[in-house]
DNA sequence: AGCTCTTATGAATCATTGA
DNA sequence: GTCAATGATTCATAAGAGC
């Protein structure tokens, strides 16, 4: 739906939603965007609806990054996070989205960026997780482990405990699965023409695995181009996601009120 | 040297210290622990020390993680990067240490947490900081990319001068070694007996051959087995732990005051 | 299909230049 | 003086082309 979410929502039933997935736009002083020091406000007017339209057991997962301001990593984000959580959200858990394949550059006083923040926020501390729809297959995950890392990781920063990748094979045998931690190794994917996505496919797959069931509501209020939706489609999850630019819905929304 | 760094500190001469780089005790509600309200003010008290001592163009690495109270990730580690910004630090970067081997088990709530904070803290915007040391063997991608370069990358840069293509050649042509990026894949260590492994070594090696040179003093004002100064030992660095139940100093400490 | 090789580009950051 | 725009730096991935 196209339009700012504050107002949106407004029209939503409570406790619809099951969960909300988004990667909000980043405090900016250039004129359009929220500046860091009315960022926090900002969001957590929006937050009050994010809460009201959330189910009681449902999760709202925030994917966000501190950028540079004047060579320090700026506060708004921590402190969006202590807001969040004096209004009543409760900071579950930290997911960390390690981006393999981060951008280039040299600077005299910072390495690469190559992570994010993706916050876990509840509304209480028993809500719905099905780890089972997440587990990775042994192989699969010793593979894409390895690829992640890169054969030259593994060499450059384990020279001493080189032993431990074939321990650990050997304790996988007989087992088939295993469940994932919460250090997400996807690469940014570069479509290499026209709109960019904010993040990559897999990492609100991995979101709407763990906190939905097939059928469940999934709410991307700053949905740009809809990736969220997209993959929520995919597995046979309603979504909804709105944006100041765009609308995006992909099945007919079933007695939202 | 033995007993609590607030008090060891005080004989310290200022600005003699070229690299903290430390992993404090967490909060703790039992007792004989410092309880998560207090934690901040029993830290800055500290801190207030770290500047002192700490060379201008010196670097604070603080490695932490938020441990889980009532089911909710406490928060007053983000608290103390607050309280800290507000003391004077800069908060320049965030390292991330992704633990390659992290405890198993399984939680109702929560994957299996792999990963730590590494704030890094400065007193000035120019401070020393020597990547080259760090850098990592490259990618297996390069090798076809060398074969010959791409006309984009090429061009990219300057297709107004020109002069950029033979400054670019001449900088990749033999490269053999990228610079990492801010997530550090290590493996913990499992001493096994007794004390509960703190990081391991590769951690405190990573951030003592980024931020100081051979010769240059290294304090870990909770330096608890010392892992710290071993490294800094075998690096040609001289160091100082501080700990209430121990003392490590490797080498005689020239002129300290 | 499967493989190799080529090419574009991604929520980046800092120093410098220009308004 | 501040603030905005431009240039320089640099790595990993996937899409696409070619065989």
């Not at 550059?105 to 809500?127: I, K, Q, V």
Request: positive net charge; aromatic residues 10%; proline residues 6%.
């Amino acid at each position: 739906m196209a339009g700012d979410c504050l107002e949106v929502l407004r029209g939503f039933p409570e406790q619809r939603v099951d969960l909300i997935v988004t990667s909000p736009p980043y405090a900016d002083r250039r004129p359009g965007g929220i500046s860091p020091d009315e960022y926090t406000e900002w969001f957590m007017a929006r937050a009050t609806q994010f809460a009201r339209v959330l189910h009681p057991e449902g999760s709202f997962v925030l994917n966000i990054k501190e950028n540079v301001i004047n060579g320090e990593r700026s506060t708004y984000v921590i402190e969006l996070v202590l807001a969040l959580r004096k209004a009543g959200w409760l900071w579950t858990e930290e997911y960390i989205w390690h981006k393999r394949n981060s951008m280039p550059g040299r600077w005299p006083n910072r390495l690469r960026d190559a992570w994010e923040h993706c916050y876990h926020f509840t509304l209480s501390r028993r809500f719905r997780m099905y780890q089972d729809a997440v587990r990775v297959p042994i192989g699969d995950w010793a593979e894409r482990r390895m690829a992640s890392l890169s054969e030259a990781d593994m060499t450059r920063q384990s020279s001493r405990t080189g032993s431990g990748v074939a321990k650990r094979v050997a304790n996988w045998a007989g087992r088939t699965t295993v469940l994932p931690t919460n250090v997400l190794h996807f690469a940014t994917e570069s479509h290499n023409r026209g709109h960019h996505s904010a993040f990559p496919e897999a990492l609100p797959e991995f979101f709407i695995k763990l906190f939905t069931e097939p059928g469940h509501l999934v709410l991307d209020p700053f949905c740009g181009t809809g990736t969220t939706c997209v993959v929520a489609d995919r597995l046979g999850r309603d979504s909804v996601g709105i944006d100041v630019d765009k609308a995006v819905r992909l099945r007919p929304l079933p007695r939202l009120r």
